[in-house]
Structures are given as structure tokens and as C-alpha cells.
């Protein structure tokens, strides 16, 4: 810690025409208790080249009036030098507009030559309110490089989820769903060259136990990575508006005038991952009985919205401690250079994700839907 600023030697700049002053100045900081290195300089040449970043300065005095120079004028070449330096105007006669016009001006204090007795008290002050704001703004700088480095680490994460998922899915694809399939052959194999009931009894139900094992690791596959968006997003978030429906039995309308979209890398997955967070939620939360999903292409911007007719959110419910889903989303959005708006009312919740792409749209590999394509599934292997 530093120690009181009292005890500091301060380094003073002085800008005052009569050497006198100066000194009787210097007699009032002693006087008070105040040890100081000053400088006194009276022209603009000299204090300019006091400003040069090399000089360091706790704090400037300046006289009103000086010989082809003035205090406010001074104010103004401080600003301009972009230093932050606390500063005094010191006056034998400050009107009340100067003295206002030089607070604007970012003066810290002004007063009178004849009530030099307030200079310390003046001095010390702001000195001491400088370093509290230098303080807070290294806080301040502080915690925004925290938050920064949060947010990267957060999009660093899904970023990272999402290359472990896909790796996990590929060993499941090539490992499990291949040995599984060779397993399959060969029980049909022994199916077909034995007479025993028994043992054909058996190899069925070992058919059938097979079956499942392939259609438990096939869905768990799907989470991990959903293998339809191979098909391009359009296709993939038709078909999960499909699923839903089925499955929840809410209504699930699914519209774009896009049949493909060729897309950045990422984008997809972003979008997909949103639509997907957004459905789990209306199951959730919404009580809804009809969820709209809509992708759209204008200016250049993406967007994905999925609007619901539910009870709606306030904003308790997004300041959850232990709700990550859109936050998540936020931070999902993030590493494609997108963002996430939410709105919601008694009407329902709408959630937006908008992804500028880099290129204007004409430039996108696009084709208009003709007719809605038929569902797909994309849980298939081959066959087997
Ligand atoms: N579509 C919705 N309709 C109503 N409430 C919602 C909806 N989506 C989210 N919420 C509310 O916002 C909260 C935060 O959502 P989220 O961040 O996805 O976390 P989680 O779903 O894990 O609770 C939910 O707990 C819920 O109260
Ligand atoms: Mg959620």
C-alpha cells in the first residue's frame, strides 16, 4: 500500500507567471504539511513539453492570468494531451462563470489567491479522489478483461463439447454400430444353417436383442451428433420439427423459402443446437400447444426463430442460478459471430438467433423449396 499522501513527496507542476506566488505557494504546501518537487513554468511552450508523457505529475496549479497564456487555456491543452492529471485553477479574482466554465472543463477545484489557506485541504483532495478514480477505472478495465476471459473460455467449452461429441460418435459408429452389424450377420448366418427349434428360438431372440442394442446406439449417436445435418440445416430442422410434433404433440410448423442452404462452417450446428434447446424448453416449461420455427435470409443475416404460445418467460426465470440452457445458447451464438434475442409475453416466448454471414445473400448457395421434402430419417446405418 502506498503510504498517506501527506507523507508523499508530490510532484507539483506550477504554471505561474510571478515567481513570488510561486514561492508563497511553496510556503502554504510546507506550511500545511505538504512536501513537494514543483516546477514552475509560465508560458504554453514550457508547459507543453511538461506534458510530454516522460513527465509525471500528481497535479497541476495553474494561475488564472498569465502574459499571452491563461489557466483555461491550459485546462484545454491538458485535455487535449489526452494526460489525466488532477488540476487546480488558482485565481485573484475567479468569477462565478470562470470558476464554472473551468469545473466543466474538467478542473478539479478553483480558488482565490488571498484564501491560499484552502490550498492544501484543495490539493490533497484531489489528489486523493484522482487516485480513487485511477482505482476504479483499472477495476473497472480489470473486471472487463475477466468477463472477456470468461466469455472465451464459455465459448471455448461448447465449442469443445461439441468436437468431444462427435468424436464419441464416431467411435460409436465405427466400434459399437460395426461390431453390432457383424453380430447381426452372423446370428442370421447361424439361423440359416441350423434345423434345431431350439437354437433357432434362441438366435431370435439374439436377433432381437441385437436390434435394440443397434437402435439404442443409433439414437444416443443422433444426440451426440445429429447426423441429419449432413443433409443441410433446412432438412434437419424440418425433420426435428416433424419429430416433435410426433413426440410431444404440439403442433410444430417448420417454415423457409430455402429448400438448401449452403452455409459457413459452424452455422449449422449453431442453429441446430438453438432449435433443439428452444423445443426442450417448450416440453419443459412452455405449456404450449403450437411451436412455429422459421428460417429466414435477409440482408445478409441468418435468422432462426422459434416462437411458442405459452405461459412466457420473465426475468427470474432467465437469472436462474442453475438455468444454463440459454445462456448457453448466447454463448453458442458467440462463436459464430452471431447473438440471441429472446422476447416474451402473455402470448408466448420467441427466441432468435441471428448469425451475420459474411457474404451478401446473393452470393449463398441457395435453392427455393418446391415441394416440402419427404421426412427423413436420419438414424438410418445402411442396411443391414
Ligand atoms: N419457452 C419457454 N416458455 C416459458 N418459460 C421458459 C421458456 N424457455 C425458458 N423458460 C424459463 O426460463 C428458464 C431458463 O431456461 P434455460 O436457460 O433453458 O434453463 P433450464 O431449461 O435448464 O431451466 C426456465 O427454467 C424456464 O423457467
Ligand atoms: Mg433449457
Redesign the pocket.
Known sequence: MSPPLAEQRLRLLHLEDSELDHHLTLAHLRRGGLDVDAVRVDSEVEFLRELEPSQEWDIIVSDYNLPGFSGLVALDLLKASGRSIPFILVSGEIGEDTAVEAMRNGASDYLLKNNLARLVPALLHAVEAHELLLARQRADRELGEQKQRVHELAQHLQTSVESERAAIAREIHDDVGGSLTALKFDLAWIARHSDSPEVLARVNSALETVSHAIEASQRVMHNLRPAILEQGLVAALQWMASRFEKRTGVTCEFRSRYDHLTLPAGVPLVAYRTAQ??L???T???Q?SHVQIDLTLAGGVLSLEIS?N????NHD??A?V???????LHERAGTVGGWVDLS?GPA??T?ILSVPLEMMSEELDFELAEEPSAPYDPTVWGNI
Open positions: 434447446e428452444a426442450t424448453n417448450v419443459k416449461h412452455a404450449a411458442d405459452g405461459r412466457g418467460l426465470d432467465l436462474k442453475r438455468s444454463f440452457g440459454i445462456r448457453g416474451s408466448g416466448t427466441l
